[in-house]
T-cell receptor, first 112, second 114 residues
């Protein structure tokens, strides 16, 4: 069995400040973990993917995520938010025995 | 690569009508997925195919929904008859490997049933 919990449904930050979107997961197997981003009226776009090669994963647009097995977390961060980062972000868990499980999403708002 | 292609991008229809959504996956990808997204229920997996064979259709809401994949480059999702509660954005995604591999999403079809 697997599940994913996004701890915040909404996050608001000022432009230029750090972004932290939190995600906890559970999986009976060694998991693959993803972050996807969805801009308004668009499809989901892959930001980054963890598959056990390295615990710190760098993605597109300056985002990165750190896999912490002891905390079963895979939080998404960015040092400095940009207005164009405003979107919905989905944390996703998968493993070889199961299909992907999507979180409920975190809406990121970026203010001036 | 053109990415996953979906058509139409928008569909408005009346209750009781048949609706057909279309998807062309990324060339070479072996798995194809149909999702539905609504405000109330979020993103739901409806069905997925591997090598053109339906593997898991447990998410298909009811008999009014059907999906086919006649070949590796084309899939359809059909709703007959459509109901207002079917209004949603329907996404198609494809992956190179199986269900747990990276999925690449199309732009979606926004369906409105009046």
């Amino acid at each position: 069995a697997q599940s994913v919990t996004q701890l915040d449904s909404h996050v608001s930050v000022s432009e230029g400040t750090p972004v932290l979107l939190r995600c906890n997961y559970s999986s009976s197997y060694s998991p693959s973990l993803f972050w996807y981003v969805q801009h308004p009226n668009k499809g989901l776009q892959l930001l980054l993917k963890y598959t056990s090669a390295a615990t710190l994963v760098k993605g597109i647009n300056g985002f990165e995520a750190e896999f912490k097995k002891s905390e079963t977390s895979f939080h998404l961060t960015k040092p400095s938010a940009h207005m164009s980062d405003a979107a919905e972000y989905f944390c996703v868990v998968g493993n070889t025995a199961s299909k992907l499980t999507f979180g409920t999403g975190t809406r990121l708002q970026v203010t001036l | 690569d053109a990415g996953v292609i979906q058509s139409p991008r928008h569909e408005v229809t009346e209750m009781g009508q048949e609706v057909t959504l279309r998807c062309k996956p990324i060339s070479g990808h072996n798995s194809l997925f149909w999702y539905r997204q609504t405000m109330m229920r979020g993103l739901e997996l409806l069905i997925y195919f591997n090598n053109n064979v339906p593997i898991d259709d447990s998410g298909m809401p009811e008999d009014r929904f059907s999906a086919k994949m006649p070949n590796a480059s084309f899939s359809t999702l059909k709703i007959q008859p459509s109901e207002p509660r079917d209004s949603a954005v329907y996404f198609c995604a494809s992956s190179l490997g199986g269900a747990a591999d990276t999925q690449y999403f199309g732009p979606g079809t926004r369906l409105t049933v009046l």
